[in-house]
């Protein structure tokens, strides 16, 4: 593990300030303990400074993971959010929208979430800004891109798309239907 580069800082900063804005400083300056983001192979992981101290004790070969995944590097240096980051995103989101229970199928199925799933939805949310998704019982399901703004979204059709889905919650079950597992 390692630290990341200038530029990989960046682009992780700058996709986490799409679903936090300024609550990123919650990610940094932690009470409890100092926390830390390093680069293992092209994942990026939040641990705390202690986990991270015994970490260093095993090679890398040997290392599978350790801390949080928050997503990973594409080929062509992006930053891509996994699902693994949603507690936090979830805690600390700046803009949220909640599903109607008949949408949370849809959503949790990979869909777009259309303006009909759509049960409330922050004030003054901005176009293509991050949002994470709730269901009404406040359990948060995945997150997206806000496609149209609070007041956009009050103007459109009801099977128009108000969010683009990202990640969500049943990706890990759509992922193990598609393998084959052999007992």
């Known amino acids: 593990m390692r630290q990341l580069t200038e530029e990989e800082t960046k682009a992780l900063f700058t996709k ?3 679903f936090l804005g300024d609550n990123i400083r919650f990610l ?5 303990e100092d926390y830390v983001f390093r ?10 400074k202690s986990v991270f101290d015994l970490v260093q004790c ?5 290392l599978a993971s350790a801390g949080t995944c928050l997503g990973k590097f594409t080929k062509s240096g992006k930053f891509r959010a996994h699902i693994t980051a949603l507690p936090y995103l979830a805690k600390y989101a700046k803009y949220k929208v909640w ?3 008949g949408g949370e199928q849809v959503f949790l199925y990979g869909n ?3 303006k009909t799933h759509i049960a409330r939805m922050t004030e003054n949310t901005p176009q293509y800004e991050g949002v994470v998704i709730f269901n009404l019982n406040d359990v948060p399901l995945g997150f997206g891109v806000a496609a149209r703004s609070t007041e956009q979204s009050l103007k459109v059709q009801p099977h128009d ?3 683009f889905h990202q990640a ?3 990706e890990y079950i759509r992922s193990m239907e598609t393998k084959q597992v052999d007992y």
């Open 39 to 48: 680069l293992h192979e092209t994942r990026v992981y939040y641990m705390s």
């Open 28 to 32: 940094i300056e932690r009470e409890d």
């Open 112 to 114: 777009n979430v259309l």
């Open 161 to 163: 798309i108000a969010v």
């Open 58 to 62: 095993v090679g890398r070969d040997e």
């Open 16 to 18: 986490l300030s799409l």
């Open 99 to 101: 599903l109607k229970p």
């Open 168 to 170: 969500d919650v049943g």
